[in-house]
């Protein structure tokens, strides 16, 4: 995710606590139970309270319809109610207000699906792998998920979290392999589960009851009894009997306007008031470089665009968060706006010919320079494009310690997806100043000294991002009414699977081990935060990138260049964000036997011959040894080197990414071979 910066010292975490540490404190809703404390069989269960339905912490089994109600004003016909004391709470007994995560229909359709089964072995139980994902869908499974509007049964993967300290606090985790449909209700069986010597688990107490015969109606479980009934018969219908289960329950997906209302609603506001016009916009920087000083860059533009903000603190500093009216809906205060950095590197190529305007998405928590690095450059100049970047507020540099508040108490996430949407807006503003007529292109900065363009806006807007800028990217790309083509390098979805895998989640896993100690309750973290991160990248947006555009978008294609082994964005999250899109897969992807996998890219229908026209994944393999098959990041030297710049730094990647971009075609540049790409340092 990261762009090739040194990891920061531990000391900097100790200094950035001591300063965060006052920022982070007293800002939670009422403390209430412990998020550890365990639900009593006769305790009278409050809907949104705690599940009574397994002996676990507070909110599991997740996601749990028994955290929603009903409201017939939503598209689900659901509304999440978590109450502020079933909320986990951090080392201070402090808990997130629950307001963010309540404006939602249902929960992520990225949902890791976590409960706590004490005494649980998968491979004794004859649970999915990741390296076997097609078994999640034998008639046997136990481990089963159901679509319960058609009654298929979805594909998953099923791991113990392998940071747990103690085997009785080790969650169980289920990832779908493809994003669940939105606005669908799934029901969850568990079942015939054993542990490693091969003994069935015994049933939980509590499930015993609720799945047999009916309790009176003042029995403190009989709403639950009655809300489980409804997935029993669920399940039945799609050949699961009640017999032998361990535990089921039920969850409903957030709609699409649940999950991308916000942004196409400030997207809308703000494009309505330019009225066909322009961006306003300045230029504060011209540097012109001889032949000599740049081979590659003729010219570095730098400026500011005006933004709409609809941002609650004027000018939308780190921390803020959306400004909104009595429904909910974000709302620009007075006169607010941001002013969008953005620097863009005119290639020499343009000298001759007019080059195509791009967008370019920069790493984790970086800057709009990284548009000025070597690869970009070279890209730049080979392919004739002029690559311009603005900050990806919200997941920029300075949001940095808004990122570790964070981690010191959930309450504070929504302020990164929040402000990372409006870093999109401002995103949009730059590219429609690149493409319309009375915008960059009809200005002198962008102009030769004899006046020629050095734009071409007739070739259309397209994009390209890496890492974060893959990551984000592809919710960009979903939103943008300018952009139909992108590229997503070394990209994935849905941070709740990304993070603990990642090489770069070290500095905030330090931070959340401090303030989240036990590992249940940091599952639960990634969960929750991923419903409202949801807003601020593809995860969210994935089912209209490429099929079923959004409103005021065009249809869209993305090419997927994934570095083999990456150990910054994990490859099985770009396996799963293709099964959503539709993306196909270049084959051979890999030499035979490289893989670990039973069928390597399980369910990702091949391109077949090249060209191909559509979204497609490229995986370049730089020799690094195979991924873990385990929730935890490759490190070196065990893991070897780390590939993530690799294939941006590939003249043939390079070439088959500038011909997506100017044609939707993927064409092959590794002679029917797997692709490989050289390591860089």
Request: glycine share 10%; with cysteine; proline share 9%.
């Amino acid at each position: 995710m990261g762009a090739g910066r040194p990891r920061t010292a531990p000391a900097a975490l100790l200094v950035l606590l001591l300063v965060l540490a006052p920022f982070a404190s007293g800002t939670s809703s009422a403390h209430a139970r412990s998020a550890g404390d365990v639900p009593r069989a006769g305790d009278a269960p409050a809907r949104g309270g705690c599940d009574p339905i397994a002996a676990a912490p507070c909110l599991l089994p997740f996601p749990n319809d028994w955290y929603t109600r009903a409201d017939p004003t939503t598209p689900t016909g659901r509304r999440v109610a978590f109450q502020a004391e079933a909320m986990p709470a951090n080392q201070d007994g402090e808990r997130a207000d629950p307001t963010a995560w309540n404006r939602a229909d249902g929960f992520s359709p990225g949902s890791a699906l976590l409960a706590l089964v004490p005494g649980l072995d998968l491979e004794s139980t004859g649970a999915a792998p990741i390296t076997d994902i097609g078994r999640s869908l034998d008639d046997d499974a136990p481990i089963v998920i159901v679509d319960t509007a058609t009654g298929k049964r979805w594909p998953y993967w099923a791991e113990l979290d392998a940071n747990a300290r103690s085997a009785d606090r080790q969650a169980l985790i289920v990832h779908p392999a493809r994003n669940f449909t939105e606005g669908h209700r799934y029901a969850v069986a568990l079942r015939g589960l054993k542990d490693s010597a091969g003994r069935p688990l015994p049933v939980p107490a509590v499930f015993a009851r609720l799945s047999g015969p009916g309790l009176p109606h003042d029995d403190p479980l009989h709403a639950r009894q009655r809300a489980l009934k409804a997935v029993l018969k669920d399940l039945r219908h799609a050949g699961v009997g009640s017999v032998g289960l361990d535990l089921a329950w039920d969850f409903t997906v957030a709609s699409a306007k649940s999950l991308t209302g916000d942004l196409l609603a400030i997207r809308d506001d703000a494009f309505r008031q330019l009225g066909g016009a322009a961006p306003a916009y300045t230029i504060t920087q011209v540097k012109d470089f001889t032949q000599e000083q740049d081979p590659r860059t003729a010219r570095e533009v730098n400026g500011e665009v005006t933004v709409p903000s609809y941002l609650n603190a004027p000018g939308g500093p780190p921390g803020s968060l959306f400004n909104r009216a009595a429904d909910g809906t974000p709302s620009r205060l007075p006169g607010n706006v941001q002013k969008a950095a953005f620097r863009c590197e005119i290639p020499r190529s343009a000298l001759d010919r007019p080059s195509r305007p791009a967008l370019y998405g920069h790493g984790l928590f970086g800057s709009r320079s990284e548009v000025g690095a070597g690869n970009v450059k070279a890209m730049a100049n080979e392919h004739d494009i002029t690559f311009c970047a603005t900050d990806w507020i919200g997941m920029a540099g300075e949001d940095v310690p808004t990122a570790v508040a964070a981690m010191l108490d959930l309450g504070h996430f929504p302020a990164l997806p929040e402000r990372t949407q409006q870093g999109m807006l401002n995103a949009l503003f730059v590219g429609r100043a690149l493409v319309h007529s009375r915008g960059f292109t009809d200005d002198p900065a962008f102009r030769s000294a004899d006046g020629k363009p050095l734009l071409d806006a007739a070739q259309g807007l397209v994009y390209d991002g890496n890492s974060q800028g893959g990551i984000l990217g592809g919710a960009l790309v979903a939103a943008s009414p300018d952009i139909r083509r992108g590229v997503l390098g070394v990209t994935g979805m849905n941070y709740s699977l990304l993070l603990n895998r990642s090489a770069d989640f070290g500095l905030f896993q330090a931070v959340l081990d401090l303030t989240y100690p036990d590992k249940v309750d940091q599952q639960l973290y990634l969960g929750l935060a991923q419903m409202v991160w949801d807003h601020g990248e593809t995860n969210g947006y994935a089912g209209h990138l490429t099929r079923d555009p959004l409103p005021g978008t065009p249809r869209h294609q993305v090419l997927m260049h994934i570095a083999y082994g990456d150990h910054q964005v994990a490859n099985i999250a770009a396996e799963v964000e293709a099964r959503t899109l539709g993306a196909r897969l270049v084959t051979p992807a890999l030499a035979t036997g490289r893989s670990p996998d039973r069928v390597p890219y399980w369910g990702i229908r091949p391109a077949g011959n090249l060209p191909y026209r559509g979204s497609a994944m490229v995986v370049w393999d730089s020799g690094t040894p195979s991924p873990p098959t385990t929730n935890t990041p490759p490190t070196e030297p065990a893991y070897g080197h780390d590939p993530h710049s690799d294939p941006r730094n590939s003249p043939a990647a390079r070439r088959q990414k500038a011909a997506f971009l100017d044609s939707g075609q993927v064409i092959d540049v590794c002679g029917s071979a797997p692709c490989t790409a050289a390591p860089t340092s």
